[in-house]
């Protein structure tokens, strides 16, 4: 197996969160052109004047910036360690489908039972992948 193979999901997963990003300003800018949201707003993160569909964006961005770092990790040490394996690599697919199944339910209908769902099923993923990475034999 190509051990380069594990950088097509973590591209993925990089990409998912540029889009979220791109979506901050897409959502902020046309807000505060209606009046609805101010600068002072996001003087110190965002005040309790921005309304719910603004704010839910940069949550889910946060979102794709905190466990997520653990997956690149991991991805990281697979490939230098040379444990990229095709279980591990479905790992990785696995764990970047749940977290852009949680970003798209969280920015579009933020339905907290599927989110949770999603970011249950997320974490067990990436646990797995630490689990493998550790416990599988070389060549796994």
Known sequence: MNPQLIFAPMG????ITFL???LIPLRRIPAA???EVAPDDFALGESANVPPNIAIVNRAYMNLLEAP???YVVCL???VGDRVTQPFLIGA???VALRAGHSFVHIV???VLHR???FGLSNVALITLWVMFFVLPHGG
């Open 12 to 15: 993925a997963l990089a990409a």
């Open 77 to 79: 040490m697979a490939f």
């Open 93 to 95: 697919w696995t764990y």
């Open 69 to 71: 770092v653990l997956f």
């Open 20 to 22: 979220v990003l791109l």
């Open 33 to 35: 052109r209606k009046g």
């Open 116 to 118: 949770l769902t999603f």
């Open 109 to 111: 209908y933020n339905n």
